[in-house]
């Protein structure tokens, strides 16, 4: 007797799929793939639109739409919201993007590569040329001389962690089961892409009933190799200053209290990357802030002196090592707990490859009666609360009609978020004082995109937070530069009620790069928002634009604030908000944050006729003199 079938064009069946996906991790499940993005053009409209239709309303005598769908305004914004979404759940759930073929398809490679370096699941759903070549060359279709089987969404390959192009209907039963193992594997998630044909996608196919039956895909917690557990509790105990890094696995496994319990039982000191700040609350007292280029004193006067560093599901990029140069101590050695063998052997490091949270749990059993020295705590403990009077110095305001820097922008921020409040950046000047400087009170509040550091990531990923978070305050923090990448999907928050809080800083320019440009002897060429002045620079008057009439023109609620008292009563109202609302401050330039701790190589024209590029090629040539390899 043959099994039962049911007869479905590709993109309903791909839709009926997703629709039931599961991840299932600590006995939780979660939808795998909650709701689908999309923008609709001839290369997807008659297949995956025609498909979402019959999936993206809610049935009668139902409660929710099997496959919600979700209106964008721009590709990259689209999967940008995506990972915010996936994030903020812990990878457990994420969200599917589709598009036509084209530019809408080559938008998303921006958005995919953020995913994939972040280590974020989201599922890229591209149109694509007719498998069939009935109607070569397309609208939007790239030819290729030699090789007939390219188009522009090979481009998603580099920044997929898995990519398939659907040529046959029944193709796509084993490449969507493919599709969904990487999507809910800690190890290997990322972007996926699966592109689709538009002939393939309204092609009619007898499909296997069993092919869409609830399935769960457990995301696993592997335990810690004996011997490898083993070698990490020599080496701590062996240790005279240990220091933990604690990077964005923390978060994803959700292995905060596990790193609490440990720092609490040890006395180890913890730094966070920035995709790890929160892993412990600000106010603990393990707890030193960021480390690197952009970290606090404490953290990285702890760093050079280090005897070992604990790294706990971190990267290490070159903000974090400060360019190879933060960890100085001749005999300083390396332990990497996380659940990729990849990172966990960097640095020469000895390894622990498991899940952050069993690993934590299991060294906190094995080093049951170890405790740093008294001196190394009273002496980190005592570093903490100098930088702790930095913070508040750079926080506070004196004069409250003032216009106020972009340090009392975050004090006054500081002041009026709840513990649960989720703050959004990625570019420009605010990372760096962020890391330095914020306060985060709990594991969700602090979501910085500094993987692929991309600007117009914060006002989409707001979305997909406050979708995943209902309720919850939801805080995009975004300079001038920023907001005009990538304003679009305020439109979207309005259309969908997204209470998201935007606090645009106006400051006239790429503030941060201005200051890497005079810093590197650029001279800050090309970084103000500037008429162009009669010997062809930037630097005329400051150009007459107005972004917060471009976002109230958006549909924002827009509040004006022009002084540290305004700014203050402008956010308690913007976090009472019900609507989309949008903090508009223009601030003094005055640099209130506190100095680099560390460097970051940036090089250096090793020839030049003027002035500041030679004196900056001294400087850089001094600084790259303390870079070492760690073998």
């Known amino acids: 007797m043959s099994a039962p079938t049911r007869r479905l064009t590709t993109a309903q069946a791909l839709v009926r799929f997703l629709a039931a996906q599961y991840t299932e991790r600590d006995g939780v499940r979660h939808r795998l793939i909650a709701g689908c993005w999309g923008i609709f053009g001839h290369g997807n409209v008659a297949g995956l639109g025609q498909a979402l239709v019959e999936h993206a309303t809610v049935p009668d005598g139902g409660t929710a739409p099997a496959m919600p769908y979700h209106q964008g305004r721009n590709e990259q914004a689209m999967v940008h919201a995506a990972v915010g979404y996936a994030r903020h759940l812990d990878r457990l759930s994420a969200q599917a993007v589709t598009t036509s073929i084209g530019p809408g398809a080559t938008n998303l490679v921006t958005g995919a590569a953020l995913a994939t370096i972040n280590r974020i699941p989201v599922l890229l759903l591209p149109g694509d040329y007719f498998a069939s070549h009935a109607a070569d060359p397309l609208l939007q279709?790239?030819?290729?001389?030699?090789?007939?089987?390219?188009?522009?969404?090979?481009?998603?390959?580099?920044?997929?962690?898995?990519?398939?192009?659907?040529?046959?209907?029944?193709?796509?039963?084993?490449?969507?089961?493919?599709?969904?193992?990487?999507?809910?594997?800690?190890?290997?998630?990322?972007?996926?892409?699966?592109?689709?044909?538009q002939d393939v996608q309204v092609e009619a196919y007898d499909w296997p009933e069993e092919f869409f039956a609830d399935r769960v895909w457990q995301v696993r917690r592997p335990a810690p190799d004996p011997v490898e557990l083993a070698g990490a509790v020599r080496a701590i105990r062996a240790a005279g200053r240990?220091?933990?890094?604690?990077?964005?696995?923390?978060?994803?496994?959700?292995?905060?209290?596990?790193?609490?319990a440990l720092v609490d039982a040890t006395g180890i000191p913890v730094a966070s990357t920035q995709a790890g700040k929160g892993a412990l609350p600000h106010d603990h007292p393990g707890d030193l802030g960021g480390i690197g280029h952009t970290g606090t004193a404490v953290s990285d006067d702890l760093a050079r002196t280090a005897d070992l560093v604990i790294g706990v599901g971190t990267r290490y990029s070159d903000f974090t090592t400060a360019s190879g140069t933060l960890f100085r101590r001749p005999d300083v050695r390396f332990l990497n707990l996380n659940i990729t063998a990849f990172d966990a052997h960097k640095l020469a490091a000895g390894t622990l490859v498991c899940d952050a949270k069993a690993g934590l749990t299991a060294l906190a059993g094995e080093l049951a009666g170890y405790r740093v020295?008294?001196?190394?705590?009273?002496?980190?403990?005592?570093?903490?609360?100098?930088?702790?009077?930095?913070?508040?110095?750079?926080?506070?305001?004196?004069?409250?009609?003032?216009?106020?820097?972009?340090?009392?922008?975050?004090?006054?921020?500081?002041?009026?978020?709840?513990?649960?409040?989720?703050?959004?950046?990625?570019?420009?000047?605010?990372?760096?004082?962020?890391?330095?400087?914020?306060?985060?009170?709990?594991?969700?509040?602090?979501?910085?995109?500094?993987?692929?550091?991309?600007?117009?990531?914060e006002i989409p990923a707001a979305l997909g937070v406050q979708q995943a978070a209902p309720g919850t305050p939801v805080w995009a923090l975004v300079g001038d530069g920023t907001y005009l990448m990538n304003p679009t999907e305020i439109v979207t928050a309005v259309q969908e009620n997204l209470p998201v809080k935007l606090v645009l800083v106006q400051n006239h320019g790429y503030a941060s790069i201005g200051g890497l440009s005079e810093s590197v002897g650029a001279?800050?060429?090309?970084?103000?928002?500037?008429?162009?002045?009669?010997?062809?620079?930037?630097?005329?008057?400051?150009?007459?634009?107005?972004?917060?009439?471009?976002?109230?023109?958006?549909?924002?609620?827009?509040?004006?604030?022009?002084?540290?008292?305004?700014?203050?009563?402008?956010?308690?109202?913007?976090?009472?908000?019900?609507?989309?609302?949008?903090?508009?401050?223009?601030?003094?330039?005055?640099?209130?944050?506190?100095?680099?701790?560390?460097?970051?190589?940036?090089?250096?024209?090793?020839v030049s006729a003027r002035g500041p590029a030679t004196d900056a090629r001294a400087q850089y040539e001094r600084a790259v003199a303390d870079r070492r390899h760690h073998l």
């Open 523 to 606: 001279e800050r060429f090309g970084t103000d928002y500037r008429h162009r002045a009669a010997d062809g620079t930037f630097t005329g008057a400051p150009l007459p634009v107005d972004l917060a009439a471009n976002a109230a023109s958006l549909g924002m609620e827009v509040l004006r604030a022009k002084t540290v008292r305004e700014l203050r009563e402008a956010l308690a109202t913007a976090r009472a908000a019900t609507r989309p609302t949008c903090v508009h401050v223009e601030t003094d330039p005055t640099p209130t944050a506190p100095p680099a701790q560390a460097w970051w190589d940036v090089p250096v024209a090793e």
């Open 373 to 457: 020295d008294a001196a190394y705590e009273a002496e980190y403990r005592a570093g903490k609360d100098r930088w702790d009077e930095t913070v508040g110095a750079a926080f506070r305001a004196d004069d409250d009609g003032a216009v106020p820097t972009q340090t009392q922008v975050l004090g006054a921020l500081d002041a009026v978020v709840g513990d649960t409040d989720v703050v959004i950046n990625a570019a420009g000047s605010l990372p760096g004082d962020l890391h330095k400087l914020w306060r985060a009170r709990s594991p969700r509040q602090y979501h910085l995109e500094y993987g692929y550091s991309c600007m117009g990531y």
């Open 141 to 197: 279709q790239l030819e290729h001389p030699t090789e007939a089987d390219v188009s522009v969404n090979d481009t998603l390959r580099p920044v997929s962690r898995y990519f398939d192009r659907i040529s046959r209907p029944e193709a796509l039963i084993a490449s969507a089961l493919r599709a969904m193992r990487v999507l809910a594997d800690p190890a290997e998630t990322g972007a996926v892409t699966l592109a689709l044909p």
């Open 242 to 260: 240990p220091l933990i890094v604690a990077g964005g696995g923390v978060h994803h496994s959700r292995a905060e209290e596990a790193l609490r």
